[in-house]
């Protein structure tokens, strides 16, 4: 079983957010991304690939959109 979590760092207009995971039992913390100036409530795909969160890619911008992020890394993807 893996955990997805949100972190926040400072920036200069905002937080910026990186999303992690980590075991069950709490061991092998990993960074997935840091490309997001904000991210909220990672959610686990089914099949437990992907992940679906809220989040906005500038400082700042208080929009939000849906994105789409491998569970292995990398950028994600904008979906909405």
Known sequence: ?????VRS?????????????CRADGAGHALLSDTLAMAMEPMWSPDGSRLAL???????DARTGLWLLDAGGGAPRRLG
């Open 1 to 5: 079983s893996c955990i997805a979590y």
């Open 54 to 60: 809220l989040g906005g890619r500038d400082e700042g």
């Open 9 to 21: 760092s400072g920036g200069r207009f905002a937080h910026r957010s990186e999303v992690w995971t």
